[in-house]
């Protein structure tokens, strides 16, 4: 079996020689243009070139949650594309979204502001059950982090593209009930695949009708707001701030008004990172199911893009 590994902006040795010890049993490469077909490969950002030379596959592994990138691309028919399904990411975007939906909830950024001038000063606190957050997106990672934010006693309101059961959460599906389940959002968090559905869905339509004092959490993919929507919002004091994780150009352009903005906290693309040892692990795993004809997790409807 040979595996070959495509991974823009990753250091190779590292994953080479991981999947080589859980896969000792495989011819493991970089590619490089030319290189002998494989059976599967693991990719991130792969070039079309790559893909083109590789008619063979029957596994296309990407080592993040996303595969909007990936599927831009013409995919050789018959393989499977296959995305990591959670690997340590969960914990890490549980731990982001609440932080900064308590950052906010507390004013901690105010209080930095009071500190850093000397002042020893109190704000009332702000009732909890005023502060609804809504995700978007109930799949390994937004049910993660609902129920992160369920157990600060926040209420939470889920949304997703099919009916969702999740405990503690109250949950809504499909366009017909989005505009319910925004008007009740105060927070609302965007964990969703970018697909040509989802793309641009934080614009000011949606926006606007959470309730007053709006604040978005973006970790899913920049193509998900319109920037000047979210700006225009802010500085009409509709929304109270956002907290974003990911952008259309990353990284961020330095004339990028985000950067500035003082109701807007960035952070670069790093709130559910890869976890090599997991990932690896993962990914030889299901290699290994596929092998003796076992089902997968994580496997991508490339006709719902996700
Ligand atoms: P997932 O398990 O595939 O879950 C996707 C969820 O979105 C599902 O609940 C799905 O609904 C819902 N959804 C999809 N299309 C929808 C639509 N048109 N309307 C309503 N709901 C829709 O994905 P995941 O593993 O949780 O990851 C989510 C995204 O997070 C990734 O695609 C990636 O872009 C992003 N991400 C970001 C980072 C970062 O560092 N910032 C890290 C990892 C991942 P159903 O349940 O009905 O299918
Ligand atoms: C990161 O953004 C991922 O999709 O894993």
Known sequence: MRISFCCAN??????????????????????QPGAPQADHAVVWAPPQRFLDEQ???????AIGAGVDALLKLAVPAGALVVRIDDGGMAVQMAEYVCHAAIRHFRELDAYDADVRQGLWSFRRPHERSDFPVGVMGLGVLGQRVARALAHFEFPVLGWSRTPRDVPGIRCYAGREQFGDFLERSRILVCLLPLTPETEGIMNADHLSRLLPGGYVINVARGAHLVDEDLIALLDSGRLAGATLDVFRTE???????????????????????????????????????????????GVVDLERGY
Do not use: C, M, N, Y
Not at 55 to 61: E, N, T
Not at 256 to 276: E, G, N
Not at 278 to 293: F, N
């Open 55 to 61: 008619p063979r596959l029957k596994g296309i592994f």
């Open 251 to 297: 990284p961020l352009p330095p004339q990028h008004p985000f950067w500035r903005h003082p109701r807007i906290t960035v952070t670069p693309h790093t709130s559910a990172r890869t976890l090599r040892d997991e990932s690896i692990a993962q990914i030889a795993g299901k290699i290994l199911a596929l092998g003796r004809g076992e089902p997968i997790a």
């Open 10 to 31: 990753v250091e190779a040795a590292p994953w080479l020689q991981g999947l080589r010890a859980a896969l000792p049993q495989a011819t493991v490469e970089e590619w």
